[in-house]
C-alpha cells in the first residue's frame, strides 16, 4: 500500500514536497478448508487457564458468569494445558508454508467452547495477545460442542471435561483430557513432540483385555502366538497416521534430521516378549513413530521428563499422574478395558463453562 509522507519544506522552497513509500503488508497465512487439513479442536479450559472463571460458574451460575468475563474482556487469560501444543503447532505451520505455499495440508486450530457468544469477544482478545492464529470458532451457549467435531472434520479433540471427551471417543473422535502438570518444565519451541501410549491409546485394547482376565503370563505368550497378527486400531491411530502424513511433506524435501515434528511410542510393554507385535503393527499400518520406548513395567514419567513432549496420551490415570508430577502435560484417553465402568443413573451436574 502507498503512504504520503509529507517533509518540511527547505528554504528557499515555498511548498512542501511529497514522498511516496511502498510499504509491504504482512502476508495472512492461508485457512484451509476443514477437509484439507488436520483439524485440532480444543476447548477454551484446554486453551486458558479459567480457574477463577469456573469457580464462579459453579457457586454463581451462568448469568455471573457471562457478567464477570464481559467485565474482564480486555484482561488475556493466562495460557492453559494445551497452549504450548498449540503454539508448537503453529511453528509447524510457518515451515510447511515456507516450503509448501499453496498447500491447505497444515494444521488447523478451532475453538470449540460451550461458552456463550458474548464471552467470545474475552477469548478473541486472548488469542490475538499471544498472536494465535486461531480463525475458527465454535461457541455453542451452553449446549455440548461434540455434535460440530466431525462437522469441522476434527482429527483430535482436546478437552478438559471428561465427559465431553468421553462423548467424543463413542462418536469415533480421537479425543483426550488435558491436565495441567504439576510443574513447569520449558518444551521446544520449534519442534513439535507428541508421545504415546500404545495399547488403549494407538491399538485397540485387546491385549490389556487378556492381561486383566489371564495375567500375564498369558499375555506374552498370546503376544508370542500372534506376533504377526496386526492389532486392532485405537482412538488415536488416526491422528498419529495425520502426523506422519505431515512429516513426509519434510521427507521429501530431504528434511528428515530436521523435521519439525518428531513422535515418541512409551509403552509399558517389554521389548523381547511383546514388543515386535506392536512395531509390526505400525509397519502394517504404514506408520512409524521416531522413538519407541518399552519400559517392562517401569514408570513413563522419567523418560518423559527427558523427552519433553509438549502432550502425551495415556489410557491410564496412573500413567497420566505419574507424567504430571515430571512436568509433562498429560491427556487421558478413557478408551478401553482400563476404565472405571460409568454409573448407569450418573447424578446431575451443572456443565463446566469449557
Known amino acids: 500500500s502507498l503512504h504520503q509522507i509529507v517533509l518540511p519544506a527547505r528554504e528557499p522552497a515555498p511548498l512542501s514536497t511529497p514522498i511516496w513509500v511502498l510499504t509491504t503488508p504482512s502476508p495472512i497465512p492461508l485457512q484451509p478448508k476443514p477437509q484439507n487439513a488436520v483439524t485440532i479442536a480444543v476447548s477454551s479450559r484446554a486453551l486458558f487457564r479459567m480457574d477463577e472463571e469456573q469457580r464462579i460458574y459453579t457457586e454463581q451460575g451462568v448469568e455471573e458468569y457471562v457478567r464477570y468475563q464481559l467485565e474482564h474482556e480486555n484482561e488475556p487469560f493466562s495460557p492453559g494445558p494445551a497452549f504450548p501444543f498449540v503454539k508448537a503447532l503453529e511453528a509447524v505451520n510457518r515451515r510447511l508454508r515456507e516450503l509448501y505455499p499453496d498447500s491447505e495440508d497444515v494444521f488447523d ?15 478473541i482478545n486472548s488469542i490475538n495477545h499471544y498472536d494465535l492464529f486461531i480463525e475458527r470458532f465454535c461457541m455453542t451457549g451452553g449446549n455440548s460442542p461434540i455434535c460440530y467435531l466431525k462437522a469441522y472434520h476434527t482429527n483430535l479433540y482436546l478437552s478438559a471435561d ?3 471427551v468421553r462423548e467424543a471417543i463413542d462418536e469415533g473422535i480421537a479425543a483426550a483430557t488435558i491436565f495441567s502438570p504439576s510443574r ?17 491409546v494407538l491399538f485397540s485394547d485387546e491385549s490389556e483385555r487378556i492381561v486383566k482376565a489371564h495375567g500375564l503370563d498369558r499375555f506374552f505368550e498370546h503376544e508370542k502366538a500372534h506376533e504377526n ?5 485405537g482412538p488415536l491411530k488416526g491422528f498419529l497416521e495425520a502426523l506422519g502424513r505431515l512429516q513426509k511433506k519434510f521427507y521429501s524435501k530431504g528434511l528428515r534430521l530436521e523435521c519439525p515434528i518428531r513422535t515418541y511410542l512409551v509403552t509399558a510393554r517389554s521389548a523381547a516378549s511383546s514388543g515386535a507385535r506392536a512395531l509390526k503393527t505400525l509397519r502394517s499400518w504404514g506408520l512409524e513413530t521416531d522413538e519407541a520406548l518399552f519400559l517392562a513395567g517401569a514408570p513413563k514419567g522419567p523418560l518423559l521428563e527427558k523427552i519433553r513432549p509438549h502432550i502425551f496420551f495415556d489410557d491410564q490415570m496412573f500413567h497420566v ?34
Open 229 to 233: 497378527k496386526p492389532l486392532a486400531q
Open 162 to 164: 471428561a465427559e465431553k
Open 184 to 200: 513447569d518444565v520449558v518444551v521446544s519451541q520449534s519442534q513439535l513432540r507428541v508421545a504415546f501410549d500404545g495399547d488403549a
Open 321 to 354: 499422574a505419574g507424567a504430571q508430577e515430571m512436568g509433562t502435560v498429560a491427556a487421558h484417553v478413557p478408551y478401553g478395558v482400563a476404565q472405571t465402568p460409568r454409573r448407569t443413573a450418573p447424578a446431575k451436574q451443572a456443565p463446566s463453562a469449557q
Open 109 to 123: 486450530i478451532v475453538l470449540m467452547t460451550n461458552n456463550h457468544a458474548q464471552v467470545g469477544v474475552r477469548l
